[in-house]
C-alpha cells in the first residue's frame, strides 16, 4: 500500500506504544529496510531540551506554553529530519499531532481551532499515513504507572485527564477509521506484537 510511510503510534501513557514501534523497528530492520524512530517531544537536539523543559517535575508552564512547546519540538523534528526523510526512508514517531489534540483540547481544554491551524502550518504538505492508537484501560493504566521507576510530570495527573485524553484519541481516530488500527493494550504485549506487525506487512506490502 505504501512505500516510505509516515506510521504513528498513539496512546496516553502506559498504553503499550512506545514498545509496539520498538517491535516495529526491530521487525523493519530484520527486513534490512530503511526507516528513521523518533519521539514527541523529543528526536533530535534542540528538541531533546526541549522535552526536558516541558517534563521535568518542577515545571509550572501554563497550558498555553505547554502547547507551544510541543509545537516547538515539533517543528524543529519536521525541520531536521522528517522532511530530509520524507519518501526516502519510513518514518516511524512516538506520538504526533492527535497527541496534541487529545491531551491539550480533549484533556486541558483549548480550543482545537487554533491547535489545528498550528499543527497544519507546521506540517505543510507532510501527510501522516497510518495510526497505531493504543488504549489501556484504568486499572492496567494504573499498575503499569507504579511500575515504573521515574514518572516525569505527565505521569502523575488524575485518571480522568488520561480518560479524556483517552476519549479524545478515540474520537479522532472514529473521522479517518481507514488509516486507524486501534489496540487493545489491556491484552498480552505478545499478542499485540504480532498484530503489529502483521497490519505493517500489510502497509509495505511485504509477504
Partial sequence: MYNKPIIVFEGIEASGKSSHIKFVANYLKSKKLGFIKIREPGGNYNSEKIRKLILRDNSNFSKITD??????SRSENIDKIIRKNYNKKIILIDRFIDSTVAYQHYGMGLNKRIIDINN??????????????????????LIRLKKRSKLNRYDKFQTKFYTKAQNGFIKISKKNKNKYLIINSNLELSDNKWIVINKIKKLLNIK
Fill in 67 to 72: 502547547l507551544y512547546l510541543y509545537l516547538a
Fill in 120 to 141: 497544519q502550518f507546521i506540517l505543510d504538505k507532510l501527510k501522516i499515513s497510518f495510526t497505531f492508537l493504543n488504549i489501556v484501560n484504568k486499572k492496567n493504566l
